[in-house]
């Protein structure tokens, strides 16, 4: 629809008589939703790869005979693309690993590989590498059934565990996420069990003989690279020898590690990946079946189950502080009464979830109180900087009606705010779960084709970050604050945009770049600034929305293109509110698409996926997204008393 229609029809509401209206109705709509303990916790949607290394978890332990085993592989079949392979996000193309793995899981269910579906599958494989082109973690599954030789799988030593901060190498320069995969994983990798599948289910067919060509690599990753095989090599040389005096010792040391981080979590790491290989872990360490310690994580993976009559999937994790956090400051800003109950309940949910025990982080930040929130219902280990920011600025919103939880909020941003101020990186910048978790070598390791081994400093949690300090009234002259508005004017690229690790893709990661710079005092209308806003309206679709596939973390030259999503529309609405574009066209297309677009419940829905888990290899379709993000971006533009269907530039 062209503007002039937009502005000129009769024959339909002016948008900005229907903003009202449809910010009810999404607000009610969040209303209903919230559980009677004050959170909300959307559907957390990942790929296929969750559902087929269920299936090959169940065949390790023997239970096979599960009702859910069938129920999983009718849910992988169902997500079969049409070419034969399994994408990693809705509308991307087949990837090798999630189809190497849900191949193997229906055969393991019976499938028959002359079966249609199983012919176009292996074709597709093999036209994608077979499983020499697989991942490192998509081989040790395989090798666990002899379906792939652990002599040609990349060493996870166990004596990693051993090793202190101090040395180059230790689990603690590793990413969180990767430290509570790695652990467990380390102690299968020295076992190497082997439980042979029948003939019927054996996936030789999707050899290919020889190994995918490496891709160009600079003379610092060649170099790095080649020190790492060469450790490689003598630690199976050893192996092969049995020269591996602390083997028993490291072991040992990663059991007890894995039991002091699962107090207090939904399983391991509170995640699926971490959970799953304890599950495994347990196993080689001859727990049975019927032993509590295994029981646990096994009821923890069945918690991330969604049951229907014909299918079976699992979520990742589970997002309830996360959800509760957006939604809470959606509905504040939507002008939700405050004294309504869906306040202090949602306010309540967030204090008892705030962390008290010292994690892993604790270990780069020596005498910082411990502090912050996590993304799920218990992972006490390991709260993020990302969370506690989001839930940090609402507590800055919103105060307490009764005295006790008053008190309680008040004492709770206190330490947070000391928490993340102490978790900033010397760069300016905030990642994740720890403070300058960033030595690049050790994405080379041969086991970290992940794409997740470090957690630098990123963009959108540092713009989210800079949002809550403003809404703590902290000066904009303070040093973190000034450091933090250096970083982000380093990380702008050339034509404005900021790129966005946990969100895709740089829709988000400039969003949250422009709402944190502004909320420092950052003067929006510098020239920089300007090409941030002009990038986001050459990025409109035709449709009025904006939309980025995951596609642009492996091909930039895509970034801002991709299918119009409700949430991804929101993210580049409130951006260029922070322009000052209130009443530009753009955002009149903007908003006549989110209202097109809203269900008669005051939903949305997103098609497309827009969370990011690991950029390049796993992706997330957030529930909620769709709907607290564009209710912020009409209540915003309501707020401004932008109609988004006057001249350009109205308020700039």
Not at 182 to 203: C, F, G, I, K, T
Not at 461 to 470: F, N
Not at 562 to 571: D, E, F, I, M, R
């Amino acid at each position: 629809m062209s503007t002039s229609t937009l502005s000129e029809t009769t024959q339909a509401p002016r948008p900005r008589t229907r903003l009202a209206p449809a910010i009810a109705t999404a607000r009610e709509y969040l209303l209903s939703v919230q559980r009677p303990d004050g959170e909300w916790c959307g559907e957390l949607e990942g790929d296929t790869i969750l559902e087929s290394e269920f299936v090959l978890m169940m065949q390790f332990l023997g239970m096979m005979q599960d009702r859910r085993v069938g129920k999983a592989a009718e849910y992988v079949r169902r997500r079969q693309l049409a070419d034969g392979g399994w994408a990693v996000y809705a509308g991307g193309p087949p990837d090798v690993s999630a189809s190497v793995k849900a191949y193997f899981a229906l055969k393991l269910v019976g499938d028959d590989g002359g079966a249609p579906h199983m012919s176009r599958a292996r074709q597709q494989i093999l036209a994608l590498g077979g499983i020499e082109a697989c991942n490192t973690f998509t081989r040790i599954q395989l090798a666990l059934f002899g379906e792939y030789p652990w002599s040609r799988c990349p060493a996870v030593p166990p004596e990693l565990v051993l090793l202190p901060r101090w040395t180059p190498f230790s689990v603690y320069h590793m990413s969180s996420w990767s430290r509570a995969i790695v652990v467990p994983l380390s102690v299968v990798w020295a076992h190497r069990p082997v439980r042979p599948v029948p003939e019927r289910a054996r996936v030789g067919a999707l050899r290919v003989g020889h190994g995918p060509k490496p891709p160009h690599r600079g003379l610092r990753e060649r170099l790095w690279r080649g020190f790492f095989h060469g450790i490689e090599r003598a630690l199976g040389l050893a192996d092969r020898l049995h020269l591996t005096p602390l083997r028993r010792l490291s072991l040992r040391a990663a059991e007890a590690w894995i039991h002091a981080r699962v107090r207090k979590s939904d399983g391991l790491g509170a995640i699926f990946p971490p959970i799953l290989n304890t599950i495994l872990a347990f196993r080689c360490l001859g727990y049975g079946l019927d032993d509590p310690r295994l029981r646990a994580q096994l009821l923890e993976l069945e918690r991330l189950g969604l049951e229907e009559s014909d299918t079976y999937r699992l979520q990742p994790c589970r997002s309830p502080v996360w959800d509760t956090a957006l939604c809470a400051r959606a509905l504040w800003e939507s002008g939700a009464r405050a004294e309504e109950p869906w306040r202090e309940r949602a306010l309540r949910f967030l204090l008892d979830h705030e962390v008290r025990e010292p994690g892993d982080w604790s270990l780069a930040c020596p005498g910082v109180a411990p502090s912050g929130w996590y993304f799920e219902y218990a992972n006490e280990f390991y709260p993020d900087c990302d969370d506690t920011a989001e839930v940090l600025g609402l507590l800055a919103r919103l105060s307490a009606v009764d005295p006790a939880d008053e008190r309680r909020r008040q004492e709770a941003i206190g330490r947070a705010l000391a928490w993340v101020l102490a978790m900033q990186n010397r760069d300016g910048g905030w990642g994740a779960f720890d403070r300058d978790c960033d030595r690049e070598a050790l994405t080379f390791i041969p086991f970290a084709d992940h794409n997740a081994m470090i957690d630098p400093s990123c963009e959108d949690i540092t713009g989210r970050m800079l949002e809550a300090l403003a809404a703590l009234a902290l000066p904009q002259q303070h040093p973190s604050v000034r450091r933090a508005v250096t970083y982000l004017r380093g990380r702008q690229q050339p034509d404005g945009t900021w790129y966005g690790r946990w969100g895709c893709n740089y829709l988000y990661g400039t969003s949250l770049a422009l709402t944190g710079l502004r909320s420092a005092g950052e003067d929006l209308d510098e020239p920089r600034y300007r090409r941030s806003a002009d990038w986001l309206k050459l990025r409109q679709n035709a449709d009025g929305g904006w939309g980025e596939l995951p596609l642009s973390y492996d091909d930039p030259s895509r970034k801002g293109q991709g299918p119009s999503t409700p949430s991804q529309t929101a993210w580049a609405m409130l951006a260029l509110l922070a322009c000052g574009h209130a009443r530009s066209a753009a955002m009149g297309r903007g908003t006549a698409y989110l209202l097109s677009r809203q269900q008669a419940d005051g939903s949305w829905c997103d098609e497309h996926w827009t969370g990011t888990g690991f950029p390049r290899v796993f992706y997330l379709r957030y529930h909620l997204y769709a709907t607290y993000f564009p209710l912020r971006a009409l209540a915003a533009l309501d707020g401004l008393g932008g109609s988004g269907t006057g001249a350009e530039g109205g308020l700039r």
